[in-house]
């Protein structure tokens, strides 16, 4: 493959997720990752910090687009409403990204120190969700409760969509997910 190819970026992201799957993370290095490219380790540092990233880079644009959801929201939305907004928002972005987010998926489990940091970044869309909602005035502890309700929910979802390969609605999981949790809190004081 010419370095010359286009996208870049998605071309040393497959070969990463091949590499992880083969060799396992803490084996693959940036060198053979970038070669499976077909492109220099150079170019692998223009896009990713470092190996890891290659799985979390997309945090920055998934949280600026959960928050502009909540943003937009009605006036009239309860929190958790604008929460499931912003899930639902996102869904198309993952939906695109399937079979790679499976690879991903797979890649993490295997690899402990990926898990802390698959949950440090959930733990980060939670409060940039959390504060969002206090922005449109919600106060607390029902922010942080609505963004950590709405990240349980879209994990759940998540996996299920991932794991069945005839279920093609991630935003059904979604509003499925809250669905739940608001039944099992139903008729509670």
Same mark, same amino acid.
């Given at each position: 493959?010419? &370095?010359?190819?286009? #996208?870049? @970026? ?8 091949? $590499?992880?799957?083969? @060799? ?10 970038? !070669? ?11 896009? /990713?910090?470092?190996? @890891? !990233? ?19 929201? =009605?006036? %009239? ?16 972005? /993952? ?8 690879? @991903?998926?797979?890649?993490? *489990?295997? #690899? =402990? ?10 733990? %980060? ?15 607390? =502890?029902?922010? %942080? ?13 998540? *996996? &299920? ?10 935003? +059904?999981?979604?509003?499925? %997910?809250?669905?739940? $949790? !608001?039944?099992?809190?139903?008729? +509670?004081?």
């Amino acid at each position: 493959m010419s &370095r010359w190819e286009p #996208n870049a @970026r998605g071309r040393l992201e497959q070969a990463a997720l091949e $590499l992880y799957r083969e @060799r396992g993370f803490d084996q693959a290095t940036v060198a053979e990752i970038a !070669e499976r490219a077909g492109l220099t380790e150079r170019t692998f540092f223009r896009y /990713f910090a470092d190996k @890891r !990233e290659v799985l979390f880079w997309g945090q920055g644009a998934l949280t600026e687009l959960y928050v502009g959801a909540i943003a937009a929201a =009605p006036d %009239s939305a309860a929190p958790v409403d604008a929460v499931a907004a912003a899930l639902e928002a996102a869904a198309p972005v /993952f939906q695109e990204r399937r079979e790679l987010g499976r690879q @991903r998926q797979s890649v993490i *489990a295997a #690899n =402990p120190g990926l898990q802390e940091r698959e949950l440090l970044k959930r733990a %980060s869309l939670a409060s940039a969700m959390a504060d969002a909602l206090r922005k449109r005035g919600v106060t607390e =502890p029902a922010a %942080s409760l609505a963004a950590e309700v709405g990240v349980i929910a879209f994990k759940t979802a998540y *996996a &299920r969509w991932l794991s069945d390969p005839d279920q093609q609605d991630l935003s +059904r999981l979604i509003r499925e %997910s809250l669905g739940e $949790l !608001e039944v099992m809190t139903a008729g +509670r004081d």
